[in-house]
Structures are given as structure tokens and as C-alpha cells.
């Protein structure tokens, strides 16, 4: 996964500044496709569709605010930064404190730092600086994982960004509840879709660890409530039919998941049986659909 340029974005309620890191390149190597649509891909990330302002605490998306430029992910320290970051090594002991040193250094969720420490070798992080690569190195070493960091490139000198802008902090990722809140704020109908649609999934996150129990999504109150909008949201073709069917699965509404699935029959998409499958044994649970090689 390679660090594209991070945005520079003004808070549409209090003017002050954020950043938003983008992905340059990326791919699908050991990528989970999870039954709610969540695909998380160690070497890949999408940048938010909705961020939340640490200056004010406003969520927004990302859209409703100006972006007043832009940030080459080699200066966002203010300095050359080269250093490309691999973990190679990984003992079991090791895991649950290297994940959180990885969460803790890089913009990687639970599931992402869990699914990194079991593929390994695995690029954390391109265009880190020296220093900084010197310090994470030596963080994992002490929590008994192996970190190699290579200069990846000669850079050019460049001309530095203001001053205000390197300084400005990271957009913070929004709850699911504050994901709900916006998506009752949001003017269009597009809009609302996704944010609730990523609601769903940022909800079903703690879900994707084998060690989390899993909480019926028709006993989680007003994010049932969410979820229930976001079927009426849903267009009729059939990847969304598809998510509608799991929905409904996980809602509890097992003979309508399998209706929707049925009346797919033809242009049924990847997972599909699983779902129905899953549907039939009136089973609620989130699911992995598939892993890619
Ligand atoms: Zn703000």
C-alpha cells in the first residue's frame, strides 16, 4: 500500500484545518470479502467518505468541505521521507501488542492490524522518515516482531508546503452512531445510502474478530433502525439486491432474505449461496464470503 497525497481540508463548521491521507496504489492480495459488503484488504484501503473534524468534533462528508490543497505524502512531516517499512516477523505471542503498535502508527482499523500481522512479509508503510521508521522499528522490536526499513528511492527536493498545513491533524474516523446522526443530516438520498451503509459495516466491525460474540444486529436498537432505512435506500441491481437479501438476513427476516436471493436467480453474485445458505439455517451472523489469493 502506497501513501497518495493527503488532502488539506477546511471543517465546514469551525474553518479549522485537517488532514485526510489517501492511497496511491494498493491491491487485493489476502483481501476478506465479508457478507455486509466490508472488503478489508491489507495492502489496499479506501480513503472516508465521511470524516470527523478533531478540532470541533463535527462529522461531515468529506465532500461538504473545501479541500485547500494538498500535501505529497514524502513532506507530510515537513522532511524527506523515504523510508519504506516491511514487518517480516511475527511470533503468535507477539500479535495482539503488535497490532496495537500498528493501529497506534498507521490509520489501520482492528480487522486490518489483525489481518496484517497473519500475512506476512507485509509493506506497512511507504515514504516514512528516517527518524520515524527508526522509532516504529524499534517499538515492534521491544513487542518481539521483526520490522525492516529500506530507503525506497532518491526524492527530489521540494518546495515546502505552509507551515499550517503540516501541522493540521488527521480527520478522525466517525463512530457508527455518528455515521447515523449524519446520515439523518445529509441532503441527498445518495448521500444518506452510503453513510448508512457505512454505518452498518463500522458497526460490524468488533464482529469480524473470532473473539467478539456476536450481538444480533435486531437487538442493536437504532442501528437496526439505520439498517432497516438503508433497505428502502437500496437500488434494484443486483449487487444492491444482494446486500438487501443480507440485510434482511441479518435483521432476522430470514424468508425474505431468501425470497430476494431467489428472485436474483440468474445474475446471482459471489456469496450468494453462502447467504441464502446461511439464511435457510437461520443463522444472523456476519459471515466472510471469500478471501482472495
Ligand atoms: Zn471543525
Redesign the pocket.
Known sequence: MTPGPEDVLS?P????LLRRWTVASGNMMGAVAWSDGRIVAPMSREPSYAVK?P????TFLRAQAACIGQLSPFWTEGRRSDQRITLTSCPEASRVEAMRLIRAHFPYSLAEAKSAVERLPLILADAVSYWDAMAIQEDLRKAGAVVDCVAIESLPAEELPPEEWRAAPYAVEPTELELIALAGRVESTADERVVRLLAWREGNDPFRSTEVDWVPYSSRGVARESLEKLVTLLSRNPSERMLEAEAMRQLGRFSDCIELISALDGTESPGSSTIRELAERRDDRLSVLFVAA
Do not use: K, Y
Request: hydrophobic share 0%; proline share 0%.
Open positions: 471543517c463548521r469551525c474553518s479549522g473534524c478540532h470541533c468534533g463535527e
